[in-house]
């Protein structure tokens, strides 16, 4: 006999063997032993979540000649040709193969005649919103007037997309995710039916990465069971699921949320060490901080089975962490899309989660920003925040970089004790962002300046430990000069966090001294890449009219310009990084 699918063999044939949905089949059987049946039906509910199987049982259970309870018995002759599929009048169409208005008006051709065998025709329509809009039309033609003794049940993962004539027809019900637990009990159940044996943690493992579909979870531990000598191994279940472990998720979690980046970087190399996904870490990621998030609030919601670190995360971090995370998770979802180096992004990820909630937000944009909402970031941060961070008061928003540096004098001792400079005093004598150091830089810029730096700023990176390597490899020299470098930040809040640590600014002047073999440190200025273009163009505008066209700042420049625009570009390429320039010309 050919291998029947565990999810086959052991699909539920009453209401007591459905998992996960005590409300939907208390209420059908309530209809059934009350006799209050209707003619039709909405079973809505994400995928594996038993919609189909309680179809067919409330198929069963009308037609049943001796119903228990609202339970089909299961052995009289309609439960027997139902359960062997050679009941007629019990029809199943899926909609995702036959979107056809041809099925439908069979349906309403065949509706006409009574049921040959049983009570009732039921019709289950599978995928019910993949119909077109004709045979929509053709099915509430049906519904309008509904025949005698017909019954239909609509299927569907996607009820928005059903016209809401037919839904005001029928009777919806909500089919819920299954949770881990229940999943995990099941799974359970059917291996000891089976005489399997299984680790524990294994079917944890299938009952998480399932994600509420009961179809999946047993899909999942089918392939785990093909592996293994009628025996569910951890390391089976993880290979089958790709699945980062819950330990390791929650390794994960507890050092960024302790603010240990340097521990949270070493748990992600594990991940990606292992050869897990990118994008199902942060998926994962994703759902574990909805869990936690769930966990105080609505327990019975949580997907997954709590251990020992999770329950703990719960106990002793607030909503608002998980909130966080959850946002700065998406919006590492959506970049992931764009990119082929993965693993940078994941590095910001990690850096990014280790700040305290909200202070990544706390130093306003570099000043260049023309555009004020660039610099009212997210203010509902900043509300939220836990940690208390310096913020700057509301007036220095208005003005940067002055205002920033006033600030900090004042509510931070003494930063570090970075070597003095001959410079004024600044929170941090090797960098600044206000749009005059920028310029400044501009107006000795060379192209060899640029590309020294360039030439060993990997080397440089390289030399730094590993969270600030992971810092700069989203930043980039984009102009410079032998007093001064414009590093260009992929990320605001990577770039603030950047400008905070004297250590490695410090380093940075250093090494860049030495390896460039120049004669003195350049003065680094960091700001976004997103402001460039709009700096860029400022400081050009503000050039005088012949300097605008005579490339005099860049001495390895020999050609001479006209009165055209193209020169502005050309000049541009010179001095500034010629890709950057590209991107901004486009
Ligand atoms: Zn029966």
């Known amino acids: 006999m050919a291998y029947q699918a565990l999810y086959r063999t052991w699909r539920p044939q009453k209401f007591s063997d459905m998992i996960g949905q005590e409300i939907v089949t208390k209420t059908l059987k309530n209809a059934i032993i009350t006799g209050q049946i209707t003619h039709a039906y909405l079973f809505n509910g994400p995928r594996g979540t038993g919609k189909t199987s309680a179809a067919k049982i409330f198929a069963k259970a009308i037609n049943c000649l001796h119903p228990v309870d609202g339970e089909p018995d299961g052995t009289c002759e309609i439960c027997q040709a139902a359960d062997n599929g050679t009941l007629g009048d019990i029809i199943e169409l899926d909609a995702a193969s036959n979107n ?80 881990a637990q229940s999943a995990y009990e099941r799974m359970v159940y059917i291996l000891d039916q089976r005489g399997n044996t299984y680790d524990e943690a294994a079917l944890k493992v299938i009952a998480n990465a399932a994600d509420g579909g ?23 279940a993880l290979l089958v699921t790709g699945s980062v472990t819950q330990t390791l998720l929650g390794k994960y979690v507890e050092a960024v949320v302790n603010q240990n980046t340097k521990q949270g970087l070493a748990r992600l190399s594990e991940v990606l060490d292992e050869g897990k996904d990118a994008n199902r870490f942060v998926e994962d990621l994703i759902s574990y901080a909805r869990d936690l998030l769930l966990y105080t609030e609505a327990p019975e919601l949580v997907t997954l089975v709590p251990d020992e670190t999770f329950t703990q995360l719960a106990k002793t971090q607030s909503a608002n962490i998980w ?75 208005s003005e940067p970089a002055q205002s920033m540096a006033i600030d900090q004098e004042r509510s931070q001792p003494a930063p570090e004790p970075a070597p003095m400079t001959s410079q004024k005093t600044r929170v941090a004598p090797h960098v600044s962002e206000d749009q005059a150091a920028v310029f400044s830089v501009l107006s000795e810029a060379t192209r060899g300046d640029l590309d020294r730096v360039t030439a060993i700023w990997g080397d440089m990176i390289n030399m730094l430990p590993v969270p600030e390597q992971a810092m700069l490899n989203v930043a980039r020299p984009i102009a410079a000069s032998s007093n001064g470098l414009v590093v260009a930040f992929d990320f605001d809040v990577i770039r603030v966090n950047a400008m905070r640590k004297a250590d490695l600014l410090q380093t940075m002047v250093t090494q860049i001294r030495e390896l460039t073999q120049a004669q003195h440190e350049r003065q680094l200025v960091f700001i976004t890449t997103e402001s460039w273009p709009v700096l860029r163009s400022k400081f050009v505008a503000q050039l005088p009219k012949h300097k605008q066209q005579t490339p005099a700042v860049n001495p390895d420049v020999e050609e001479k310009a006209d009165e055209t625009e193209d020169n502005l570009v050309t000049e541009a390429k010179t001095i500034f990084d010629a890709g950057i320039v590209e991107e901004i010309d486009d």
Not at 214 to 236: C, K, P, W, Y
Not at 332 to 348: D, G, K, M, S, W
């Open 100 to 179: 056809g208005v041809d099925e439908i008006r069979e349906i309403r051709e065949d509706v006409t005649y009574a049921p040959t065998q049983a009570k009732y025709k039921v019709y289950i329509i599978d995928e019910v919103h993949m119909l077109s809009t004709g045979a929509f039309n053709a099915l509430l033609k049906t519904l309008e007037e509904p025949p005698a003794n017909v019954i239909f049940i609509l299927a569907t993962t996607e009820p928005q997309k059903i016209p809401a004539t037919i839904i005001s027809r029928t009777q919806r019900f909500d089919f819920k995710r299954i949770n």
């Open 214 to 236: 009961m179809r999946d979870a047993l899909t999942i531990l089918d392939q785990a069971l093909s592996f293994g000598d009628g025996h569910v191994t951890l390391e089976n």
């Open 323 to 397: 909130y966080n995370m959850i946002d700065t998770l998406n919006n590492t979802q959506q970049q992931l899309r764009f990119t082929n180096r993965p693993a940078i992004y994941l590095e910001v990820l990690t850096v990014k989660l280790s700040q305290p909630v909200g202070q990544e937000q706390t130093v306003p944009s570099a000043s260049p920003t023309v555009d004020h909402t660039a610099v009212a970031v997210q203010p509902d941060r900043q509300s939220s925040k836990q940690q208390p961070t310096q913020q700057p008061t509301p007036s220095s928003v």
